[in-house]
Nanobody
């Protein structure tokens, strides 16, 4: 499975961006997908997760109400709509997918659950 994250950029605080995660290399719908981020000098952190059919989504408390994860299985793409961006959202954002196994609840917050990762896209929010 290959994942390609895109859509990052420079935006002012309060602005919006939409990240895309395009999947290829696997027949059928892409499995569950998560978004993570890592800021300079900080540990990678969970942002959001969506199940294979879009029926379940989880969000980190820091992004709830501002970010929305969605998927378009016909296009093998998962999106992360980011609104009301803050300087503290600045990070490299990665998408990842769980191919071998599943997760539920807080398990989906654990990056070790994910089998394949994309290369990351930079998001910079200026104050």
């Amino acid at each position: 499975v290959q994942l390609q994250a895109s859509g990052g950029g420079l935006v002012q605080a309060g602005g919006s961006l939409r990240l895309s995660c395009d999947a290829s290399g696997r027949p059928g719908n892409i499995p569950a997908v998560g978004w993570f981020r890592q800021a300079p000098g900080k540990r990678r952190e969970f942002v959001a997760h969506i199940s294979w059919n879009g029926g379940t989504a989880y969000y980190a408390d820091s992004v709830k109400g501002r970010f929305t994860i969605s998927r378009e299985n016909a296009e093998n793409t998962v999106y992360l709509q980011m609104n009301s961006l803050r300087p503290e959202d600045t990070a490299v954002y990665y998408c990842a997918t769980i191919v071998w196994g599943t997760c539920s609840g807080y398990e989906c917050y654990d990056g070790n659950k994910y089998d394949y990762w994309g290369q990351g896209t930079q998001v910079t929010v200026s104050s």
